[in-house]
């Protein structure tokens, strides 16, 4: 039996419904249209990520929002899958950025030490120590001046270190809880 047909919706219960949420969220920048959507269906059709995933659907996200499922949105391993190729928004005959509001939920959930790729984890926390998000090794930097390649600038990583300060990434890195690989 396929993931697909093991799926069991889950009732929504009353005191999981956030009636401000819609409102609140189409506050911030790329969520401002939200309330526009009607749920045609459009940006899952269209949407490459779902066309593959029976756990990724654009549609499904937006009416989650619209009823202020928050907790349930915030917590939901789908919201990473997005590849922001903004197929959606092309479609969409109201204009509504689900890339967008994907982009806004993605920021809450780690804001609010929700959940989020440890790979995004592990990219930042590699800009962190070297100033890259990638490491990069000493071969590589061998490699370059073989090939006549200037040397890679020095990051400078005090300054970084501040952003990530200033910012709360240092903190939200420490705190939001990472998961490995998405359902598809």
Same mark, same amino acid.
């Given at each position: ?30 969520? +401002?249209?939200?309330? @526009? !959507?009607?749920? %045609?269906? $459009? =940006?899952?059709?269209? &949407? #490459? ?27 939901? +391993?789908?919201?990473? @899958? !997005?590849?922001? %190729?903004? $197929? =959606?928004?092309?479609? &969409? #005959? ?27 984890? +592990? ?62």
């Amino acid at each position: 039996m396929s993931e697909a047909q093991e799926y069991v919706p889950s009732v929504i219960k009353a005191e999981e419904l956030n009636p401000k949420f819609k409102y609140e969220m189409s506050k911030k920048h790329g969520a +401002e249209k939200i309330m @526009l !959507c009607f749920q %045609c269906g $459009t =940006c899952t059709a269209d &949407c #490459p990520i779902s066309r593959f995933s029976d756990f990724y659907r654009p549609r499904k996200i937006a009416r989650m929002m619209q009823l202020g499922l928050k907790d349930r949105l915030l917590s939901d +391993e789908a919201l990473w @899958l !997005c590849s922001s %190729c903004f $197929t =959606c928004v092309d479609h &969409c #005959p109201q204009g509504v950025e689900i890339a967008g509001i994907v982009r806004v939920l993605r920021n809450l959930s780690v804001k609010e030490n929700r959940i989020m790729p440890l790979v995004y984890r +592990e990219l930042a926390s590699n800009l962190l120590k070297g100033g890259y998000v990638y490491e990069i090794v000493e071969s590589r930097h061998k490699k370059r001046a073989e090939l006549g390649l200037p040397p890679l600038p020095k990051p400078n990583l005090e300054e970084i270190a501040k952003i990530f300060e200033i910012t709360g990434s240092s903190k939200m890195l420490e705190n939001v809880k990472t998961f490995e690989k998405v359902k598809s």
